[in-house]
């Protein structure tokens, strides 16, 4: 019997060690030769992430930001998506902190999931604040009722609050109805409370009145009795702007909101210098953008991006999604729609002197790559002359470098020989590799305008990946491209010029090789960089 108990308890151990280890831990893959080597490997994602969060178990789903002033650290709620969810109960809310937006330490579970009875068996996103005149923590989340019956809402507005931001009550008489003031019953989701200029409390909700989407608008003096305050925005066209954040940064107030339409899917923000100047930027569908790109921030890879700011900076969050079948071209283009949920990313929101947003690398992120690298060209195709750090390429030309670590910043200047020149960057690519991923800077339209596009490369990729590209920006007056990649695992996000920020997953970047390539023209690299933490 001891024997068999002895078996059964070492089983289980070597069971837990297996599904913890990363490829770094396998005794037969550290054999491999990976400084020496060039082929493809067919690496996987490790149990944890470094820099871009994921639970154990589960994935992150609509974040919920907020700085606590008291602690000193932001601490981000979010909806914790299990694979598979609890049927008719899921969603609880889960949370984690940090101070740099960096690394993040779990505090587990704070607002369970009602019961299958209850308004709350499933809960949706919402946004948490503090009021000092009782010490509380407020925060307003979506109450999702299971098989809702046609007298009965099937979203609603409730309310928990905690002294500590460990313990929360829900407030079982607290329940703010769409219906009430003439909105959808069961499109009434997503509040999100801000202090206005008036010093009041305001509350915004994503609902639809006549058919049409709109956020509803209701002021507080003390966040429990709620005014009506009929539209505070509407939506452009046949749109529905999801997880919704209102603040003022400088002179300017912003809405960030993530479109719902699966042919755009992305988060996107409009711009005014009052209130009522930000709520025109829709009215009777005026359009009037923000930027020359509709407002975007971000790609596809990056969705429900909400913002909290420490008073000197202010850091969006938002979730990458997985890809079934980890298929890197599997991005859920329209109309399918990319999978619920992944990691939680973070960018440093960059405030231009137009009022105009941007993305860039959070300074935290950077400062965990210490580590630098030994950096080896493996390969190299077309017309190319270098070493080190610095190469010049020709059209068709690339350089194939060795393999990454499973956590990396790579950085380079690329500097083209005119405003036409297409290059980019391709990952998980061996001399061997029939695929490969590449992330392409590509003119759009004339030479005054790039894109980023993705890419299946090699004899049998698909070429151009619908769904997952990015947005137009300028091309620089002096066609100088300062890159900023960071991965982490199959986390992808590129930085450029301060312009650009584009994020994607990717399968299988780590432990295989990287190169830059030239299309077109021809393309000087410098400062080549690749740090690991």
């Known amino acids: 019997m001891k024997t068999m108990i002895y078996s059964f308890a070492m089983a289980a151990m070597l069971g837990v060690l297996a599904g913890g280890c990363s490829d770094d831990n396998d005794p037969v893959l550290t054999q491999r030769d990976w400084e020496g080597t060039d082929t493809y490997f067919a690496s996987t994602d490790a149990m944890t992430f470094g820099t871009y969060y994921k639970p154990y178990a589960g994935y992150v789903g609509d974040p919920m930001p907020f700085y606590d002033a008291a602690s000193g650290e932001f601490k981000i709620m979010y909806l914790q998506e299990y694979r598979p969810n609890q049927a008719g109960t899921y969603h609880p809310v889960w949370a984690v902190s940090t101070k740099d937006a960096a690394s993040y330490t779990s505090l587990g579970e704070l607002i369970p999931c009602g019961g299958l ?69 069961s499109d009434f989701r997503d509040p999100f409370v801000f202090v206005g200029d008036d010093g009041r409390y305001h509350l915004i909700v994503s609902t639809t009145k006549d058919g049409k989407g709109v956020l509803a608008e209701y002021t507080s003096s003390d966040l429990k009795a709620w005014e009506h305050q009929g539209v505070f925005m509407t939506m452009m066209w046949d749109r529905f702007y999801e997880c919704p954040d209102v603040f003022k940064m400088g002179d300017w107030w912003y809405l960030v909101y993530s479109e719902m339409h699966a042919a755009v899917r992305r988060v996107q923000y409009f711009k005014g210098r009052t209130l009522d100047e930000l709520k025109a930027c829709t009215a009777n569908d005026a359009g009037l953008w923000p930027d020359g790109h509709e407002g975007f921030l971000d790609s596809r890879g990056f969705y429900a991006g909400k913002t909290a700011s420490d008073g000197t900076n202010r850091y969006i969050w938002g979730w990458c999604p997985t890809r079934p079948g980890n298929d890197n071209t599997n991005v859920g283009a329209y109309p399918q729609e990319p999978k619920w949920a992944g990691n939680l990313v973070a960018h440093k929101l960059i405030q231009h002197t137009d009022g105009t947003l941007t993305l860039g690398p959070v300074d935290g992120i950077a400062q965990k790559f210490a580590t630098v690298a030994e950096v080896k060209a493996m390969a ?31 950085s380079f200047t690329a500097t083209t020989s005119g405003r036409g020149d297409k290059f980019g960057f391709s990952f998980v690519r061996g001399t061997d590799s029939k695929k490969y991923y590449s992330v392409v800077v590509n003119p759009e339209d004339n ?41 982490d695992n199959s986390v992808c996000v590129v930085y450029i010029n301060d312009q650009v920020a584009y994020t994607n997953r990717i399968y299988g970047i780590q432990k295989n090789g990287w190169s830059v390539d030239c299309y077109s023209g021809s393309l000087k690299v410098s400062d080549l960089k690749v740090s690991h933490q």
């Open 117 to 185: 009875a209850e308004q709350d068996a499933a809960i949706g996103t919402g946004s948490t604040i503090y009021n000092a005149a009782d010490n509380l923590y407020y925060t307003f989340y979506t109450g999702n009722k299971y098989q809702p019956t046609s007298s009965e809402n099937g979203q609603v507005v409730m309310m928990a609050t905690s002294s500590d931001f460990k313990n929360w009550t829900k407030d079982r008489t607290f329940y703010l109805k769409g219906n009430t003031d003439g909105y959808s019953k």
């Open 380 to 410: 190299q195709g077309g017309s190319v002359s270098g070493s080190g750090a610095e190469y010049t390429l020709g059209t068709d030309s690339y350089v194939l470098f060795s393999r990454l670590d499973e956590c990396n910043h790579v």
């Open 447 to 487: 030479d005054n305008k790039r894109k980023l596009n993705f890419e299946e490369g090699g004899e049998e990729g698909k070429g151009f990946i619908e769904g997952i590209d990015g947005y137009v920006f300028d091309v620089p007056q002096d066609n100088t491209y300062r890159i900023d990649i960071y991965t």
